[in-house]
């Protein structure tokens, strides 16, 4: 009786703790929407490892999310520096990759010989080919990700732990590329000569 109590106070437990992690999820996203710019694209949660201190995550300015503005231009609405926006110029990562390899079958076949068919039949069981399966999984690796400002003179480095796919959407979707960082110095050197002509 006591075991069977335990094992379901262990599950109540368990459940309300999923629960609670998707609640608080849900609710810290409805928060996020609520600040974020009207023009806002799309945006990006990183994970809790994830060192924000650099564009202005501290106290109660927690930074959880990247956002996108027009322009592939970021700004992190949490921060205590909200109104501050920024280019994603470089992301460093090396995925982290781990490979198990299991191998069954050997032994199981000489010993199931054994018994049926003696010494001869251990031999031949065990002279079977193993079976082996391999299965290869991601693990979290480091992060280091790059953020300029507007006119490139400052940058900011934002450090975390993640996986591919949320690299592969930051690859996509918030990196500046080599042609759009030429096109922004261009854009800002023409600003420049510009303001240079209307000073003389």
Request: one cysteine or more; glycine letters at 8%; charged letters at 20%.
């Amino acid at each position: 009786m006591k075991e069977e109590i335990r094992f379901w106070g262990f599950i109540i437990i368990v459940c309300g703790a999923v629960i609670w992690y998707f609640y608080s999820q849900a609710k810290e996203k409805d928060s996020f929407k609520k600040i974020r710019p009207e023009n806002s694209i799309r945006y990006l949660r990183l994970n809790e490892q994830t060192d924000f201190s650099s564009v202005g995550s501290r106290g109660n300015h927690r930074v959880h999310f990247i956002n996108e503005l027009p322009g592939k231009v970021i700004n992190f609405p949490e921060s205590y520096r909200s109104e501050n926006r920024y280019y994603l110029i470089s992301v460093d990562f090396t995925a982290n990759y781990k490979t198990t390899t299991d191998v069954s079958g050997h032994a199981g076949s000489a010993l199931v010989g054994g018994l049926i068919a003696g010494p001869v039949g251990a031999i031949i069981g065990g002279s079977r080919k193993p079976n082996v399966t391999t299965t290869t999984s991601e693990e979290g690796a480091d992060a280091i990700l790059v953020f300029a400002s507007l006119d490139l003179t400052q940058t900011y480095t934002v450090t975390t732990k993640t996986k591919s796919n949320i690299i592969q959407e930051l690859k996509a979707h918030y990196l500046l590329n080599s042609i759009e960082v030429q096109n922004i110095q261009s854009q800002l050197a023409d600003e420049s000569d510009n303001s240079k002509h209307l000073e003389s």
